[in-house]
C-alpha cells in the first residue's frame, strides 16, 4: 500500500499542488498512509443505496425495513 | 470569604452571590487576573492577557448592579477564549505565526453572545497551531502544561481553556471541536466539556476551519456551568447557515433530575478495543455507578465504527483547502506537525471525498437508530490519560501510536466520530490514573438532547471519585 514519490510528485506537478521535496514527502507519508489505509477499508462497502452527508436537513435515523 | 478563593467556585455557586452584591465583580477580576499573571509561567495558558479590557468591562459590570441590572448568571463571571475565535480589536492568531498580526474587525457571534450575557473575558487562549491537533504543544507561543503535571499535555487543541478552567483561572472557557478540542482537553484536565448538537451553536467567527463538524463548546467546572454557557451560546444564527432553528429549552431545568428509567447504551465495539486499563476501569466504574442510580444498561453494537477512518479523507481535503492562502502566501510560518498533516490532504481523490461523504452518512444513520433503543451512550472520552508533552509516541498493548503530527489521531479516536455524526457529546471527569492525571467518561445523546445529557452527566458528577478534587499548581 501506499503511493509512490514519483506519483506525488506527479500529481503535485499535473496538479498544481504545493510543491514538496522528497524529504519533505517522507514527512506527509504517515497521514497519506494513514487515509489510503482508511480508504481500503471501505473498499468493498456497498454504498450505492446510502444518501450523501451532504444531503442538509435529510431525516434521519429510519428503521431497517423503512 | 478572600477574593482568591471565590476563584475555586463555580460559575452556578457564584452568580447569586454577584447577584445580591456580595461579591464584586472588579475584586473578582482582579483575582483572576493575578492568578493569571501567577500560573502564566507555569501553565502558558494564554496568548495574549486583557488586563485593562477585563478590569474595564468588570467596572461597567459593576456599575450595572449598582443600577439595579442583573443580566443572568453570567453577569461578572471572567472567562477565557480560545484564540481561533474572532474578538474585534484584539490580536487572534489561531495559535499561528501566519496570523501572528491578525486584529479582527468584528466579534465572533459566540463572544458576542458571552458579553451580552455579561461575561468577562480575561484573555485568548493558547491552542495547538491552527487547532489542528490534540497537544496543544504550540510551536510558536510554547506548550500549554497540564496544572495536574506540569510535564503532561492539556490535551487540545482547546488546551489553554482547559489548564485555566482547571487550575481556577478562568470559570468557564469557549473552546473548539474538531475532533474532540474541548472533551479531549476536558478529561485530560478534570474539567466538564460540551461539544452540543451541530447546528446548535453559531460557528460565524471562528477561524481558518472546515466548516464541516466543527464545533464551539465550554468548558467548564461543574455540569450546572456547562448547562448556563450552553444557555448563553445556543440558538439560531441567519448568518451561519450550519445553524438549525430549533427552540432553546432551559438547559438548567433537568438537572437534579432522577435517572431511574434511563436506559444507557455500552458500545460493545470500537469504544473499548484500544483503552488504558486504568480508563476503562474508570470507565466501568462510572457505569456501574449510575446503575446504582438507577439507569438500565444495555449493550449496543455500532458496527459502521469499522468504516469512521474513511472521514479522514474528507477532513484532509477539507484542511488542505481551508489553508490553501495561507500556505500560498506563508509556508514558511508553520510549524512542521501542522503542515505536513495538512499538506497531505493534496493527494486525497475526489472519488475518496465522495465515499467519506457516503460513510459519514452511514454513520449518523447507524447511531440515530441505536438511539431510538437507547437514551444516551456511554463511553471513555480518551483511550490514555494525558501523555508527556515531549512524547512523541504511545505505547498501548504493544502498538505505537503516534501522539501528534502527521499520522497522529489515536488521542481523539473516541470523541472524533461525534464530530462526524454531530450528536451532542459531554465529558466528564471520573476519576484518576496511579499516576494522578484525570480521566473522563463521555455521555453520548439524541441531536438538540442536550438537555438529556445535562440531566445525567449533573446526576453522575454528584457520585463521581473526582468530586471536589482540584489541582494543586
Redesign the interface.
Known sequence: MG?SKET?QA??RE?G??D?SDE?LD?????????L???A??AD?D?VD??????LRAA?????DA | MPNDALLDLTISELAPRIASREVSPVELTEAALARADQLQPKLNSFITLLHERALERARAMEAELADGKYRGPLHGIPIGIKDNLATRGIRSTVGSLVLADNVPDEDAQVVTLCEDAGAIILGKENLEEFAAGATSNNPHYGAVHNPWNLDHIPGGSSGGGGANVAAGVTFASLGTDLGGSVRLPGAFCGVVGLKQTFGRVSQRGLMVTSFNGDHIGPMTRSVADSALMLQALAGYDPLDPSTVPVPVPDYSAGLGGDLSGLTAGIPANYFFDEIDSEVETSVRNAIAALQELGVSVVEVSLPSMEYVGALRAASLSDGVVTHEPYLTSDRDKYGPNVIYRTLAGQFVLGRDYSKAMKVQRLIKEEYARVLQGVDFLITPTTPIPAPRIDALDIELGGETHRVRGPGSGFISRNTSPMNGNGLPAITVPCGFSDGGLPIGVQFIGRPFEESLLFQVAAGYEQVSPSRGIRPQV
Open positions: 503511493i506525488m500529481i503535485i496538479y499542488g504545493f514538496l519533505e514527512l506527509v507519508q504517515p497521514e497519506v498512509d494513514g487515509y489505509e482508511a480508504m477499508g471501505v462497502l454504498l446510502v444518501m450523501s452527508s451532504r444531503l434521519e435515523g429510519g428503521t431497517e
